[in-house]
């Protein structure tokens, strides 16, 4: 399969190949969503914690004595069916686990037919480099903001700063580090590498931009053979 190969302003530079086995899968939703609610089970954090009666405090003394008050027996306050004593079976945040267990290959399946149908309905491209003057925010807002309405139909007048602006994932090589500082404040623009490719990512960014040197380590992350 061949697509256009873009320079940061843009324009077309030539043609490049791209693989069959990522970028020409049909979409399963099925597989899709098994994925990507795994994916968010596995990054939750088991946060809920609450006391038992040996960790609340106060209730060292016996409330009244054992009989003689008519009173049914208590040994603490502290006891769960006081008010403001322990829980009983309450969440214990490490003692539970969200993980569910989602198998390499299907991983691999989801993202490439991700892509595939991101490519598909124009909203994946692939750049030759992108070079800054200097490691400032506003100089990859300027780059992309150009960028994405030269290769869709977006108005050239969207500012980065509006709410209309779409959001972008812009994948690059590990070695580009002065990207990612560059765009670490702007809320709809995400530069991720491949090592931190996830389903996640691709379906909360609409539009994806892959730099040129990214593809033969893509090729390598995905294709099993």
């Given at each position: 399969?061949?697509?256009?190969?873009?320079?940061?302003?843009?324009?077309?530079?030539?043609?490049?190949?791209?693989?069959?086995?990522?970028?020409?899968?049909?979409?399963?939703?099925?597989?899709?969503?098994?994925?990507?609610?795994?994916?968010?089970?596995?990054?939750?954090?088991?946060?809920?914690?609450?006391?038992?009666?040996?960790?609340?405090?106060?209730?060292?003394?016996?409330?009244?004595?054992?009989?003689?008050?008519?009173?049914?027996?208590?040994?603490?306050?502290?006891?769960?069916?006081?008010?403001?004593?322990?829980?009983?079976?309450?969440?214990?945040?490490?003692?539970?686990?969200?993980?569910?267990?989602?198998?390499?290959?299907?991983?691999?399946?989801?993202?490439?037919?991700?892509?595939?149908?991101?490519?598909?309905?124009?909203?994946?491209?692939?750049?030759?480099?992108?070079?800054?003057?200097?490691?400032?925010?506003?100089?990859i807002a300027k780059i992309i903001k150009n960028l994405l309405p030269k290769l869709t139909n977006l108005d050239t007048k969207v500012s980065s700063k509006?709410?209309?602006?779409?959001?972008?994932?812009?994948?690059?090589?590990?070695?580009?580090?002065?990207?990612?500082?560059?765009?670490?404040?702007?809320?709809?623009?995400?530069?991720?590498?491949?090592?931190?490719?996830?389903?996640?990512?691709?379906?909360?960014?609409?539009?994806?931009?892959?730099?040129?040197?990214?593809?033969?380590?893509?090729?390598?992350?995905?294709?099993?053979?």
């Open positions: 399969m061949e697509i256009s190969l873009y320079n940061q302003q843009g324009e077309t530079i030539k043609s490049i190949e791209i693989p069959d086995k990522i970028f020409d899968q049909k979409l399963n939703n099925e597989l899709i969503y098994q994925v990507y609610t795994s994916s968010l089970s596995n990054a939750r954090q088991p946060l809920a914690f609450v006391r038992n009666r040996g960790e609340v405090r106060g209730g060292g003394k016996k409330p009244w004595a054992q009989k003689g008050t008519g009173r049914a027996r208590h040994g603490s306050i502290r006891s769960p069916i006081w008010k403001g004593g322990g829980f009983t079976f309450g969440p214990r945040q490490k003692e539970v686990n969200f993980k569910k267990k989602i198998n390499k290959r299907q991983r691999q399946l989801a993202i490439s037919q991700v892509l595939s149908q991101k490519l598909r309905d124009g909203e994946l491209f692939v750049v030759d480099t992108i070079s800054l003057e200097a490691p400032k925010t506003k100089e509006s709410k209309q602006f779409p959001s972008c994932l812009l994948i690059v090589s590990p070695k580009e580090a002065l990207l990612k500082r560059s765009a670490r404040n702007l809320s709809k623009i995400k530069v991720s590498t491949l090592d931190n490719l996830n389903i996640l990512d691709l379906l909360n960014f609409k539009y994806v931009i892959f730099l040129s040197d990214t593809l033969p380590i893509l090729e390598t992350l995905l294709i099993v053979k």
